[in-house]
């Protein structure tokens, strides 16, 4: 690393113009690994059966972002391997990355990483999901418990007019994901106080391991039977395991009765809303995270000390993480038209087929 200079600050407000890369490096950026002179960046995705987005959304930005600053960068996926997320890890310790960002698939995996990256003098971004007790340099990702608040604002206001007490079943993220907590904690900060005034009642409540959507489908499953298919509206944490809630209310005929939330505005997602099998999902503009995540990178491959505008506390070790939290949007079919405009929904696909007389309907194109 080089000597450092003059701090780099961070803006992070939704729907401001994308965080210009300040910095320009030597060369220019591929994937092949470094050559000595320009910075290079490793970037390791968690898998892409949990969400779509990592490969369709933040890889490529990423790839954008990296290119543009001319910096040289590696990014894989582990597929949902924790082996392979430390194969690869050390792989691009290895060829000497300046820098390493990661979406850990658990905290005590991602902290082993962190750690010997740290060891070599490499440092480290947190990107999306916060390491536990990890260590790292930076965290760059949403306002998680922001986010759980507009679900469970969402499906309340879906649930108006139910019948009181309306039976709410909650089908949580990855128990060793830090976001799924916040997202709980965010939700439930919303449900909770309706559970406890009668209008809604307190149903099943459930952990999904390592965010599976056949896992959250088997589980809905059960809920259903056990609660006599009497569940009047679902928290789902993600846009995937609302679609395995939606596949398992199909099979029973209520798909479309029984309001489910979602996050992510997925394509899968946003078209379960046009139909009207979901009430709401939560639309993070990732191209923001992306190149927040990749400003930070350039920075610290350069050798500079960025500042940020926030941080978080670390709610194991308790150490303040500097960090970048940008803000989600509750999206609905009456505000599709905003995930399209952003360049995140492409209206081509959106409206393929079947869906198309109903962006028609909704004024989507």
Known sequence: ????????????????AALALTLTACGTGDDTGGDGD???????????????????ADRKYLEEAFEAAGVEYDIQNAQGSREDFQTIADQMLTNG??????????????????????????????????????????????????????Q???????????????LVAELNGSPTDNNAT????????????????????????????DWDNAQGGTLFEQMLTDTGAEI????????GLAHAVITVLQRNNLNGTVPVTGQDATIQGL?????????????????QEADAAAELAVALANGEEPETDASV????SSAEVPAVLLEPVAITAENIQLVVDDGFADPAELCAGDFAALCDEHGIG
């Open 271 to 287: 078209q379960n809303i046009l139909t009207g099998d979901q009430c709401m999902t939560v639309y993070k503009a990732i191209k």
């Open 97 to 150: 990355v300046d820098v390493l960002v990661t979406v850990n698939l658990d905290s005590g995996t991602g902290k082993t990483v962190i750690e010997k990256a740290k060891s070599q003098g490499v440092a480290t971004i947190d990107y999306d999901r916060l390491t536990e007790d990890g260590g790292a340099d930076y965290y760059v990702s949403f306002d998680n418990e922001q986010v759980g608040v507009l």
């Open 313 to 316: 506390v670390d709610p194991i």
């Open 1 to 16: 690393m080089h000597s450092i200079s003059s701090p780099l600050r961070l803006g992070a407000a939704l729907g401001a």
């Open 182 to 209: 916040l997202f709980k904690n965010g939700y439930d900060s919303v449900l909770d106080p309706l559970y406890a005034d009668g209008t809604f009642e307190k149903g099943p409540d459930e952990w999904v391991p």
């Open 152 to 166: 469970g604002q969402g499906l309340a206001t879906c649930l108006e007019g139910a019948a009181a007490p309306a």
């Open 232 to 239: 009047d509206g679902v928290l789902a944490a993600n846009d």
């Open 38 to 56: 320009t910075p290079l960046i490793g970037v390791i995705l968690p898998d892409s059966a949990s969400s779509d987005r990592w490969e369709t």
